[in-house]
């Protein structure tokens, strides 16, 4: 059960009731649902939401997927479980002085019977005439996907700059809602507009498709919480292109699942790596198979599971953790 503010009638969505509840009812809400458990994501609003109306002897979990500390919110610190979704995020958490006793590490999850490799792909009704259709679309002998919000953390800006160094074989589809006005003015800057596809989104079953018909995903970020995107790309065997950062280190070991990079800010850099990712033949033979490994420690069944035991354990301890 999940609740918004803003609602104007119940709604339901992704298997959940969505139920309109002002904050001085929220209490009454949870007493009324006999709720064993509160959980409140993000680290921001609801979790001062959670925090605030708490119900006596109905501990709140707030998970976490930001490592930014000064837009975690202060409420963290009185929850009762915090749910980092990585090492990164945890540590983060820490430094806000969430006591590291009331940390349960957690994580992301993907489907990897949707995220799947092209090989599970080819066979399907209407490939080729799909496939005939993209390659129209979106031209170019090597295709590079970038899949995130239009912001600078995802640092596309290096990614305009290497599209030029690369040449006209190379284009780059970037998928993500945020400031669309920013990526043109760089897509001119850079004298890529030609070889640049700039669209507000894709919906979310559709990505795995755009992943299978492109050479690389590169997303170099400056930073992320987690980045499912990148477990996406490695459970379809899609060659990974990213930072040499945490979270993304921690699942992806470079030259064995995908490639890193030491300076995400150098477009040389990232054009060379670019430029083997989409040629080395030898190199995609050992990595992909590796990156869909990889992935399937994210795997939705696994982590479903693993979500039930988190929740047993808060259930078994609601006057706290005792470890």
């Not at 809400?29 to 119900?55: M, S």
């Not at 979990?61 to 009762?80: F, M, P, Q, R």
């Not at 995609?284 to 069944?301: E, L, S, T």
Request: hydrophobic share 40%.
């Amino acid at each position: 059960m999940s609740y918004l503010l803003k609602r104007k009638k119940n709604q339901v969505k992704w298997g959940m009731t969505i139920e309109k509840c002002l904050q001085k009812d929220f209490a009454k809400r949870v007493k009324e649902l006999k709720a064993d458990v509160v959980r409140a994501y993000g680290g921001y609003w609801a979790c001062d939401l959670a925090v605030a109306e708490k119900v006596e002897g109905v501990p709140v979990i707030c998970s976490v997927h930001d490592t930014n500390v000064e837009l975690i919110h202060n409420s963290t610190l009185k929850a009762d479980y915090v749910w980092p979704v990585s090492m990164v995020v945890a540590d983060a958490l820490v430094t806000k002085g969430v006591n590291p006793k009331n940390i349960f590490m957690f994580t992301n999850r993907v489907d990897v019977n949707v995220f799947r490799p092209l090989r599970d792909w080819v066979n399907l009704t209407n490939y080729e005439r799909k496939k005939k259709e993209f390659d129209n679309k979106y031209p170019g002998k090597y295709r590079i996907l970038h899949v995130g919000r239009k912001t600078e953390q995802k640092n596309a800006v290096t990614l305009f700059k290497a599209l030029q160094i690369l040449g006209d074989d190379y284009s780059a589809i970037f998928i993500g809602q945020g400031n669309m006005k920013l990526y043109k003015s760089w897509a001119q800057q850079y004298k890529v507009n030609h070889r640049a596809f700039l669209l507000n989104r894709v919906a979310n079953e559709e990505i795995a498709w755009y992943l299978v018909n492109s050479d690389v995903h590169c997303t170099p970020s400056l930073w992320e919480g987690f980045g499912v995107v990148f477990i996406e790309a490695l459970a379809t065997e899609t060659m990974v292109v990213t930072s040499n950062i945490a979270p993304m280190n921690e699942y992806i070991t470079d030259g064995y699942s995908g490639l890193l990079l030491k300076n995400n800010k150098d477009p040389e850099e990232l054009a060379a790596t670019l430029r083997r990712a989409v040629t080395d033949k030898e190199l995609q033979a050992k990595i992909k198979p590796n990156a869909r490994k990889a992935a399937m420690k994210f795997d939705k069944f696994s982590i479903d599971k693993w979500e039930v035991e988190l929740y047993r354990y808060v259930l078994n301890h609601k006057s706290g953790p005792d470890l």
